[in-house]
């Protein structure tokens, strides 16, 4: 599983609608300078997100794009699927179906639960996380690892 600029993207785009969009539809152009982002990438993001449903656009003169749904109905879980983010661990050759193995064998690879299992732990917490949970700085450390960002830090001081 690897993150990538589509979901990255996504997530900082409607967070940023969410904050500077209630008065008025926000254009790309705002969103590309605010955030940095290339505004021919976010129009490739946005066709998806609309026919999501995720956001609506207003043309004319003031228009833009306007969540279509509170921000505290927006899951994080949902951006990802609109812009096609994998959020899949497992990486068995050719997929994995019930009872046919991952591969080419009738058998599961050997990490194969643990792949699944980071899977669904991302999953779930994507699930439960919206944009206003982005926005509202409700984002709190995660209880096992508060420092995470310090913990990578001495990883990479050790290598």
Request: glycine letters at 8%; charged letters at 25%.
């Amino acid at each position: 599983m690897k993150l990538s600029t589509k979901g990255r993207y996504a997530v900082t785009a409607l967070a940023d609608i969410a904050l500077n969009g209630e008065a008025r539809p926000v254009t790309l152009a705002d969103i590309s300078r605010r955030q940095d982002i290339s505004l021919a990438y976010l129009e490739q993001l946005f066709v998806r997100l609309r026919r999501a449903g995720i956001v609506e656009s207003v043309r004319g003169p003031g228009g833009g794009y306007l969540l279509a749904r509170e921000p505290t109905e927006v899951r994080i879980a949902d951006i990802m699927a609109a812009v096609d983010e994998r959020l899949n661990a497992m990486s068995c050759a050719g997929g994995w179906e019930e009872g046919q193995g991952c591969g080419h064998s009738r058998e599961t690879c050997l990490t194969h639960n643990l792949w699944e299992q980071l899977s669904a732990h991302v999953h779930v917490f994507l699930s439960q996380t919206t944009i206003a949970d982005v926005i509202g700085k409700r984002m709190v450390p995660c209880p096992a690892v508060p420092d995470f960002t310090g913990l990578l830090e001495e990883e990479e001081a050790r290598a």
